[in-house]
C-alpha cells in the first residue's frame, strides 16, 4: 500500500510538471501576440484545462495508456520505475526549452520499465507478448500523423478565415461543421457498439443481435442513454440485471454531444463576429484585428480544454493501472471518481505555474505569430486533439500545436517558417520515447538491485 500512495503521488507530481511544461502549447500564441499577459494566459488556461473534466467523460485515453502493456507484467515496480524516469526527461527538456512529448515520455517510460522487467524474468519472450503491439504501432504512428493533422486543418482553417466573400466563407464553415458533426456522431456509435459488445459480448445471444443493436444506436440522439439502455436490455433477457447499469454507465461515458455542441457554438460566435464586423461596422485594420485578438482568447480557451482532457488522461491511466496491479480495481475503467479529479486539478494547477522558457520557442522561434494566425492555429490544434481523444489515441499535444503553427506560417510562404528548428523539434520528438524507455529500464534495475 505504500508504494502504491507513492505512484499516486508520482503521478501526481508528472502531471502538474506536465502542466507547467506544456503549458507553452496553450499560450505561446496568446501571450506573444500581447492579447493576454503571461500571467492572464496561464491562469486561463488553467481553468479551462480544468473545465475538460466536465467535458471528457469516457477516458478513452486513460484506458489505451494503462493498457499499453499487458497486465502480467505490469507491477509497482514497473509504474514506479516509468515515472520516476518521465519525470527526470520532462524535467530535463523543459531545463533546456524544448518542447518534447510529456505523453510520449510517460508510455516509453512506462513500456521501457516492463520489458525490462519481463525480460529479467523471462528472457525467451517475445516483444509482442509484453506490449500490446496495437496500442504503441497507433502512438508511434501519430507522433507524424498528429502533426501533419493539425498543419493540414490549420491551413485549411488559414485560407478560409482570409477569404474576402463573406458570403463563400460563411458557407465553407457550416459546411465543414456539418462533416465535423457527422465526423463526431460517428466516433460515438463506434465506441457505444464497443461498450455494448463489451457489456453482453459473452452473451450467446450477441452474434445474433449485433446488428439489431447497431440499428438501435444509429437511433441514440432521439432515445438518449437511458432509452437506449432499456432497448438494447430487452435483446438480451437471460442476461444479469447488473449489466444494465455497466451498459447505462458506458454509453452515458460514450456520448460526446457536450464536445459536439461546444465546437458547434464556437463556430457560431466565429460567423456572428466575422458578420458584425465586416457589416455592421467600418472593417478598419484596427477592428480586424481587435476582432482576431477577442477570438483569440475563445480558441485558445478551446485548446487548453482539449489539452487537460488528452494530457490529465494519460496520468488517470497510470494510476488506475497502479491500482489494478495492487488489486484494488478489477480494471482500469473502474477507476474510482476521486482519480480523473485530482488529475485534471494537477494539471491545472501545473499549467497555473507556467512554462515560461518553452513559449519563447513556441510563440517566436518556429514563425511568427499574427492573432489572426494564433486563431487558427489553436482551433486546428483543439479540433486534432477533441477527434484524437475520441479514437483513444494519445497523441501529444506538443506536436499537435507545433503542427498547427507550422500549417499557419507555410500559407504565407514555406519560407516563413524556420525549418531549422523545425527539424530539431522533431528529433527530439523521435528520441522521447527510446530515451524514456531506457531511462525507466535504468531506473527499473536499480531499484531490482537495491531490493
Request: charged share 15%.
Amino acid at each position: 500500500m505504500t508504494l502504491l500512495i507513492v505512484i499516486i503521488v508520482l503521478a501526481l507530481l508528472f502531471d502538474y510538471i506536465n502542466g507547467f511544461h506544456d503549458a507553452a502549447n496553450s499560450i505561446a500564441t496568446v501571450v506573444s501576440t500581447k492579447v493576454l499577459t503571461p500571467l492572464q494566459a496561464v491562469v486561463w488556461a488553467a481553468f479551462f484545462n480544468f473545465v475538460a473534466f466536465f467535458i471528457f467523460k469516457d477516458h478513452a485515453v486513460a484506458n489505451t495508456i494503462g493498457k499499453t502493456v499487458h497486465g502480467e507484467f505490469i507491477t509497482l515496480q514497473v509504474i514506479f520505475s516509468g515515472l520516476i524516469a518521465a519525470i527526470a526527461w520532462n524535467l530535463l527538456t523543459w531545463w533546456y526549452g524544448i518542447p518534447s512529448s510529456s505523453s510520449h515520455t510517460l508510455i516509453g517510460g512506462f513500456a521501457g520499465a516492463a520489458v525490462v522487467n519481463a525480460f529479467w524474468n523471462q528472457p525467451d519472450l517475445d516483444f509482442e507478448a509484453i506490449v500490446a503491439m496495437d496500442k504503441i504501432s497507433k502512438t508511434l504512428l501519430f507522433i507524424f500523423l498528429a502533426p501533419l493533422i493539425g498543419m493540414a486543418i490549420s491551413a485549411f482553417i488559414t485560407l478560409v478565415t482570409i477569404q474576402q466573400n463573406l458570403l463563400l466563407r460563411t458557407g465553407i464553415i457550416v459546411a465543414s461543421c456539418m462533416l465535423t458533426w457527422f465526423a463526431f456522431d460517428y466516433f460515438e456509435q463506434i465506441k457505444m457498439v464497443e461498450v455494448a459488445h463489451k457489456v453482453y459480448g459473452e452473451s450467446p445471444e450477441w452474434s445474433s443481435k449485433e446488428g439489431e443493436v447497431r440499428s438501435l444506436i444509429r437511433g441514440y440522439d432521439e432515445v438518449g442513454a437511458e432509452g437506449l439502455t432499456a432497448q438494447v436490455s430487452l435483446l438480451f433477457p437471460s442476461a444479469e440485471s447488473s449489466l444494465t447499469s455497466k451498459l447505462s454507465k458506458g454509453l452515458n461515458g460514450a456520448d460526446n454531444s457536450v464536445m459536439v455542441w461546444g465546437i458547434m457554438a464556437v463556430a457560431f460566435l466565429f460567423v456572428l463576429t466575422f458578420w458584425y464586423v465586416e457589416k455592421f461596422t467600418t472593417p478598419t485594420a484596427y477592428r480586424v484585428g481587435d476582432m482576431f485578438k477577442k477570438l483569440q482568447l475563445l480558441s485558445s480557451a478551446a485548446f487548453s480544454v482539449g489539452h487537460g482532457g488528452n494530457d490529465a488522461q494519460k496520468v488517470m491511466g497510470i494510476i488506475a493501472a497502479a491500482m489494478v496491479a495492487n488489486g484494488d480495481i478489477e480494471d482500469i475503467k473502474n477507476m474510482p471518481d476521486w482519480v480523473p479529479l485530482a488529475c485534471y486539478s494537477a494539471i491545472g494547477l501545473g499549467t497555473l505555474s507556467g512554462g515560461w522558457k518553452i513559449i519563447k520557442t513556441m510563440g517566436t522561434k518556429i514563425t511568427k505569430v499574427t492573432p489572426l494566425e494564433g486563431v487558427c492555429a489553436e482551433t486546428s490544434g483543439a479540433l486534432t486533439l477533441f477527434m484524437t481523444e475520441q479514437m483513444g489515441i494519445p497523441v501529444s499535444t506538443t506536436h499537435t500545436i507545433t503542427g498547427s503553427i507550422i500549417g499557419v506560417g507555410a500559407t504565407r510562404r514555406l519560407s516563413a517558417v524556420r525549418w531549422g528548428v523545425t527539424i530539431q523539434l522533431l528529433w527530439a520528438w523521435v528520441l522521447t520515447i527510446p530515451i524514456s524507455a531506457l531511462l525507466a529500464g535504468l531506473v527499473l534495475l536499480l531499484v531490482r538491485v537495491l531490493g
